[in-house]
């Protein structure tokens, strides 16, 4: 199985066009003076929260979850480096740290190689953020995570948006 940059576009227009719709409900429940709560906000769409976001998803599919990415795409560093640097990552007996459990798309569908690029890590990530449960909010930065009581917590934004997350 082989990926292009199409695929990974495409993927990334998807993410977009759900991150707009997202963006419009909250912005609707916040003229409507409803308050948007989530189950767990989750910031930052990198590796980390790819793998994640892709063990929540497996484990409890019925959770709700918002990715909240400043910047216009996910996984950037890793999509925006090119094949340039490798991973680091060696193999250790039958398990390898190159590996986002959940995913439906491994590295070693995509290449051979021992110590995979970055960029092939971050294609990997990306399918396997698309692919979990969660829902997208992006070009959000966040500016301050405060305690809203009984264990919620309010996640303001620079827009002036609030998310409230289990």
Known sequence: CRFTPTPLLSVQKKVNEQSDKTREVIQA????????IVDVAVIGGGIHSAIFNSTLSKAYPEVR???????NALVKTFNGS????RINSPELGT????????SPVQLAQLTAAKFANAELLGQVALFA???STTN???????????SAGEGVYAVRLEEGLIVYAK
């Open 82 to 85: 090119g094949p340039v640097f």
């Open 29 to 36: 429940r916040k003229s409507a003076r409803k308050k948007t």
């Open 136 to 146: 997208f909010l992006m070009n959000a930065k966040v500016t301050a995570i405060q």
């Open 95 to 102: 398990a390898t740290s190159n590996l986002i459990q959940e």
């Open 129 to 131: 953020l698309y692919n």
């Open 65 to 71: 979850v918002l990715t909240i990415e400043a910047s």
